[in-house]
């Protein structure tokens, strides 16, 4: 009986690894899978490192067991290096410099939440007691373009663009103006910068493509003699809301028998997937229609293996993968303690034509919102070091 028992139990791990192995190799390539197509790419992209922590533990346990098992998971490893390396880089860079060279282009990117603090529930357009805190952070790294997301201003004299021209030194913006009659002011992406904005564009999804997302914006910048076309984007969001923060907590706890509630948190992540998918394809056509090179930066709600990132980033750098290491995490749940503690969030990026070689890239640790704000600094490359 003893012997049946360990048969059966050797045959069930030898099983689980061999289905987490192929979930594992299936997740690295879903880059290439559309979820307009294959539904399931978005929650397999987002279980990548789990599953590569579930292939990393089969190769210490059989290491130890029967060593001739753990040639599966090697094979796995090798084969989905491409993908890790989008995961998890390591970069031994010096400690970032806030003080910045004149040679460089320091480029700020920040999902602010409407300046509602880290511990705040709601959005409260007359309590902005975050908005000083937020000020400082911009004004200590000092960029030459900050890109926003979720920004917000009203139409009064004294507004939020008129003080982080006058307060933080930025003469030129774009702003894109989206409209919220709940609170009767504008909001949406932004870019603002100290080098001459000489031409710009509003790009606003077609409806097919969006539900809430927020309008992209693109910027042509003058940076000493050379043109760079800035987009700022904010990829629809999942859109959970309190209720859905509290299914997490009855599926965890299997408090929710009829399965409710995992049915509507599938649904509603299945179509926001498929929205990604959209609007990645559309802000890739538009991204290489620059006759510019580009420096793409925002919120793109999605995980670097997806296909959202994969189509967005095309054939930029990313700048986190080029000076950045460890998980990089962008997002803190401030609702959801499943969220909240999850180290592998990182969605939000800085993306940079290959002729903008990276000179360092720091995350700010502050939570003065749910997501980091990144911070880059670039040197365009001549000619002769291409």
Same mark, same amino acid.
């Given at each position: 009986?003893?012997?049946?028992?360990?048969?059966?139990?050797?045959?069930?791990?030898?099983?689980?690894?061999?289905?987490? #192995?192929?979930?594992?190799?299936?997740?690295?390539?879903?880059?290439?899978?559309? *979820?307009?197509?294959?539904?399931?790419?978005?929650? =397999?992209?987002?279980?990548?490192?789990?599953?590569?922590?579930?292939?990393?533990?089969?190769?210490?346990?059989?290491?130890?067991?029967? *060593?001739?098992?753990?040639?599966?998971?090697?094979?796995?490893?090798?084969?989905?290096?491409?993908?890790? $390396?989008?995961?998890? *880089?390591?970069?031994?860079?010096?400690?970032?410099?806030?003080?910045?060279?004149?040679?460089?282009?320091?480029?700020?990117?920040?999902?602010?939440?409407?300046?509602? #603090?880290?511990?705040?529930?709601?959005?409260?357009?007359?309590?902005?007691?975050?908005?000083?805190?937020?000020?400082?952070? /911009?004004?200590?790294?000092?960029?030459?373009? =900050?890109?926003?997301?979720?920004?917000?201003?009203?139409?009064?004299?004294?507004?939020?663009?008129?003080?982080?021209?006058?307060?933080?030194?930025?003469?030129?913006?774009?702003?894109?103006?989206?409209?919220?009659?709940?609170?009767?002011?504008?909001?949406?992406?932004?870019?603002?910068? $100290?080098? !001459?904005?000489?031409?710009?564009?509003?790009?606003?999804? !077609?409806?097919?493509?969006?539900?809430?997302?927020?309008?992209? %914006?693109?910027?042509? /910048?003058?940076?000493?003699?050379?043109?760079?076309?800035?987009?700022?984007?904010?990829?629809?969001?999942?859109?959970?809301?309190?209720? @859905?923060?509290?299914?997490?907590?009855?599926?965890?706890?299997?408090?929710?028998?009829?399965?409710?509630?995992?049915?509507?948190?599938?649904?509603?992540?299945?179509?926001?997937?498929?929205?990604? #998918?959209?609007?990645? @394809?559309?802000?890739?056509?538009? &991204?290489?229609?620059?006759?510019?090179?580009?420096?793409?930066?925002?919120?793109?709600?999605?995980?670097?293996?997806?296909?959202?990132?994969?189509?967005? +980033?095309?054939?930029?750098?990313?700048?986190?993968?080029?000076?950045?290491?460890?998980?990089? $995490?962008?997002?803190?749940?401030?609702?959801? +303690?499943?969220?909240? %503690?999850? !180290?592998?969030?990182? &969605?939000?990026? %800085?993306?940079? @034509? *290959?002729?903008?070689?990276?000179?360092?890239?720091?995350?700010?640790?502050?939570?003065?919102?749910?997501?980091?704000? =990144? &911070?880059? @600094?670039?040197? $365009?490359?001549?000619?002769?070091?291409?």
């Amino acid at each position: 009986m003893q012997q049946f028992f360990r048969n059966f139990f050797k045959r069930l791990l030898i099983f689980i690894n061999v289905l987490t #192995a192929l979930l594992f190799i299936t997740s690295s390539l879903t880059p290439h899978f559309d *979820p307009r197509n294959w539904w399931f790419s978005g929650f =397999l992209g987002l279980l990548f490192p789990y599953l590569l922590a579930g292939v990393c533990f089969f190769i210490v346990f059989w290491l130890f067991v029967t *060593p001739k098992r753990i040639i599966l998971n090697i094979f796995c490893l090798l084969a989905a290096i491409p993908a890790i $390396k989008n995961f998890l *880089p390591f970069n031994f860079a010096a400690p970032f410099a806030v003080e910045k060279k004149d040679s460089t282009l320091r480029v700020m990117s920040w999902n602010i939440r409407r300046f509602t #603090a880290f511990d705040a529930k709601n959005f409260n357009p007359n309590q902005l007691a975050n908005k000083p805190a937020i000020f400082a952070e /911009i004004k200590k790294y000092n960029p030459d373009v =900050l890109c926003l997301q979720e920004f917000f201003t009203t139409t009064d004299v004294n507004n939020n663009i008129r003080q982080i021209q006058q307060e933080l030194g930025f003469r030129w913006f774009v702003f894109a103006k989206d409209n919220h009659q709940q609170y009767r002011h504008l909001s949406g992406t932004a870019i603002f910068s $100290k080098y !001459p904005i000489v031409d710009s564009m509003i790009l606003t999804y !077609p409806d097919s493509m969006a539900r809430a997302a927020e309008n992209v %914006i693109a910027a042509d /910048i003058v940076v000493h003699s050379d043109t760079v076309r800035i987009f700022t984007l904010h990829l629809q969001s999942f859109g959970f809301r309190p209720r @859905d923060y509290t299914s997490f907590g009855k599926i965890k706890a299997q408090q929710d028998t009829n399965l409710v509630a995992s049915k509507n948190l599938f649904r509603k992540m299945k179509q926001t997937f498929y929205l990604h #998918a959209f609007q990645a @394809d559309y802000l890739k056509e538009n &991204i290489s229609k620059s006759p510019h090179p580009v420096i793409a930066c925002g919120d793109l709600n999605d995980v670097p293996n997806s296909y959202a990132y994969h189509t967005v +980033r095309s054939r930029m750098n990313d700048c986190f993968l080029e000076r950045g290491t460890g998980f990089g $995490k962008t997002f803190t749940s401030t609702t959801s +303690r499943v969220l909240n %503690i999850l !180290p592998t969030l990182r &969605i939000d990026y %800085i993306f940079a @034509d *290959p002729v903008w070689e990276t000179r360092q890239f720091t995350r700010m640790q502050r939570k003065l919102s749910d997501h980091n704000a =990144l &911070i880059v @600094d670039l040197v $365009k490359m001549e000619n002769n070091e291409k």
